[in-house]
């Protein structure tokens, strides 16, 4: 399931699902310490109407999705005709307080007066335990439900009219035979219970009446907190001002945030104006404001693997920053790579990926490798586009600061090690993971990020006026690049290997696996000249492979790819960002209707609200995996961009 809606302000991120229900509940990290991350911790929302109660995830509803404001300001629309009912919520989160905020209006679409009691319903596990240590507890003072447990607090209110909830209800969820509060719901009554511990949940009523076609606003808010005084002080500022204020000031501070955006914007044709801005913001919502760039908040992945996407990946994070450097953002670029030299191992390198607070995250990528080899953990091209790209935000703006700050402890740890990590029989990096982390051996991709990020450290080098280490760097990235024209083209087939292995006795096996990523390293990092006719032939060969043509522009990872593969008919699923990927590529040489097909591809397999997955199902064209995949939003405002660069 996606998250059509993505709500944050870099310290509190929300979900909302399919059917418009809080489902992920990030405090106070984005991708870290989700609170909601379990089938048993839906936010419900229901109506009781006429007797009965009809709750969101149930029959009978069909919703809206989109982000109509040019502004991180979800709007949901739920109706169903069976009852009369529609809800429209417009929901956000405050730009300068942690507060989740939803201005709810109920329309009643019968010809007769009717009563309608709105039910809100509150679950979390808070700071992702699963231990049953949470309390729970009704202030009449405050007229709020405050959920807590350690450095975390969660104050629950909501007002019409400015009249208060009117009943409420907290108890046990999903343990001891209790399913929830919610349930206590549905004869229209709450029990008015006032504190339960462990694991524990909250409901609360607002009692509407209705005139005939006529209709009410909710106004309904989470403060958050480190402390219980913290939330509290924030529910008072909510109080004081109104859901309604808040909303008008987060939407300045997104108009604001976006100016650059819509300006550029305006130079692409009219259907993609939108879907640009709505790329932007999306990846704003993913970047924690201490630097973390996440892959994906969306939770969908724990239904199929022991893990989330909720990590920075540094790969991930330097593909994502690299289109906010293009047009003109610094703070969330600064903060990245802040993130990236506090991350960085003592060897130089960074390892596969970390929390959002800096710790690292978890792996499946082991120390020993077969033949008795010992080698780091990681993927080496990570280290190397997180340099290349920072060499570019430097040339970009020209701050001192940036050389002051980030060469000595960055920059020459990072060079050394790709300038010292190299075979000596091949002359190409030691092997590492792949970007796609299955495999350990020398990737053309990384050798082409590698050679780039040398020649992108030695010019940093220059600047310094460091020249040892850019006289050093300019060599090794030289030798690089003369061993990868002797080893990585295969020209009987017209393709880059996927990678390279040298054996225990000193055979060097090539991988023959056609991989999207070694065409695109190839050419974007100049391993290849673009108009070589090596890239014209790996490009051709593409084509043929994956059958690409106007009907059906979508390409996968690599032939035969197995990941999340729902048919073996199909070489594998389609990905946005490889995809894109030869959209730059027919951009970069001219060919933009081509490029515009691709593009308009992509387009149209986004979710309504613009939301984009990481994979589409090449037999039913849905959505797989996570949505949103950062990455795959990043991609498609890099290749906007080059249009724009190309008129």
Same mark, same amino acid.
């Given at each position: ?10 310290? %509190? ?14 405090? $106070? ?99 992702? +335990? ?11 003072? &405050? ?88 939330? %509290? ?31 550029? +914007? ?188 040398? %020649? ?85 060969? &593409? ?12 390409? $996968? ?9 729902? +048919? ?56 797989? +995996?996570?949505?949103? %995949? ?18």
């Amino acid at each position: 399931m996606s998250r059509p809606i993505v709500l944050s302000n870099g310290e %509190l991120h929300v979900g909302l699902n399919n059917f418009g229900l809080v489902h992920d509940f990030y405090y $106070p990290y984005v991708g870290l310490e989700n609170h909601a991350a379990g089938h048993s911790l839906r936010h419900h929302v229901g109506v009781w109407i006429d007797g009965k109660i009809s709750w969101l995830d149930e029959k009978g509803w069909v919703f809206s999705f989109g982000y109509p404001h040019d502004a991180l300001i979800g709007h949901t629309i739920a109706t169903n005709d069976q009852i009369g009912i529609r809800i429209e919520f417009e929901d956000t989160v405050d730009a300068e307080f942690s507060a989740f905020m939803r201005s709810i209006h109920v329309i009643n679409l019968s010809a007769t007066p009717r009563e309608v009691r709105l039910f809100m319903h509150q679950a979390f596990v808070i700071g992702d +335990s699963r231990s049953n240590t949470d309390t729970v507890q009704y202030l009449p003072d &405050a007229h709020a439900i405050l959920h807590y447990r350690g450095r975390r607090a969660f104050i629950v209110s909501a007002r019409t009219d400015n009249k208060w909830f009117d009943q409420h209800a907290v108890g046990l969820f999903d343990i001891e035979g209790h399913e929830g509060t919610f349930r206590d719901a549905e004869d229209g009554e709450l029990s008015m219970s006032s504190v339960e511990h462990g694991r524990v949940d909250s409901t609360i009523r607002s009692a509407l009446h209705l005139e005939a076609h006529d209709s009410a606003r909710v106004e309904y808010w989470v403060a958050c907190g480190t402390s219980t005084r913290e939330a %509290l002080y924030i529910h008072k500022q909510l109080t004081k001002s109104g859901v309604s204020t808040r909303m008008t000031v987060a939407a300045k501070w997104w108009h604001d945030w976006l100016a650059p955006a819509i300006t550029l +914007s305006q130079r692409l044709p009219d259907p993609l104006q939108r879907s640009f801005v709505e790329s932007a913001m999306i990846v704003k919502s993913q970047i924690d404001k201490r630097g973390a760039v996440i892959a994906s908040t969306d939770t969908a992945m724990l239904n199929y693997s022991r893990d989330t996407y909720a990590y920075c990946w540094p790969r991930d994070g330097a593909n994502v920053i690299w289109p906010l450097i293009r047009m003109g953002y610094k703070d969330e670029p600064y903060r990245f790579f802040d993130f990236c030299r506090r991350a960085l191992n003592p060897g130089g390198f960074l390892m596969h990926k970390y929390r959002a607070d800096g710790a690292l995250g978890s792996s499946w990528h082991p120390y020993s490798h077969e033949h008795g080899v010992v080698a780091p953990p990681i993927q080496e091209d990570e280290t190397a586009l997180v340099l290349f790209v920072f060499s570019q935000f430097y040339h970009e703006h020209k701050d001192p600061m940036l050389m002051k700050e980030f060469y000595e402890p960055m920059v020459v740890p990072m060079a050394n090690f790709l300038a010292s990590y190299v075979d000596s029989r091949t002359h190409l990096p030691k092997p590492s993971y792949d970007l796609w982390e299955e495999r350990f051996a020398t990737f053309t991709y990384t050798v082409s990020v590698t050679c780039a990020a040398l %020649l992108a450290a030695a010019d940093l080098a220059d600047e310094k006026s460091d020249e040892d280490n850019a006289v050093r760097w300019r060599a090794s990235a030289g030798d690089i690049h003369e061993a990868a024209h002797k080893h990585l083209y295969n020209a009987e087939r017209g393709a880059f290997y996927k990678s390279i292995s040298v054996t225990e006795d000193g055979a060097i096996e090539k991988d023959e696996t056609f991989d999207m990523s070694s065409l695109f390293g190839a050419f974007m990092f100049g391993l290849y000249s673009i108009d070589s006719d090596e890239v014209k032939r790996a490009v051709a060969t &593409a084509e043929s492979l994956f059958d690409i043509s106007e009907q059906s522009s979508g390409v $996968p990872r690599y032939e035969n790819d197995s990941y999340r593969r729902a +048919s073996d008919r199909v070489t594998g699923n389609w990905w946005p960002i490889t995809s894109l990927w030869l959209a730059q590529y027919f951009t970069d040489t001219g060919d933009n209707e081509r490029a515009r097909t691709i593009i308009d591809w992509v387009y149209d397999r986004r979710g309504e609200s613009g939301i984009m997955s990481e994979q589409i199902d090449p037999t039913t064209k849905q959505m797989v +995996s996570v949505a949103p %995949l950062t990455w795959s939003h990043a991609e498609y405002l890099s290749t906007l961009l080059d249009t724009m660069a190309e008129e």
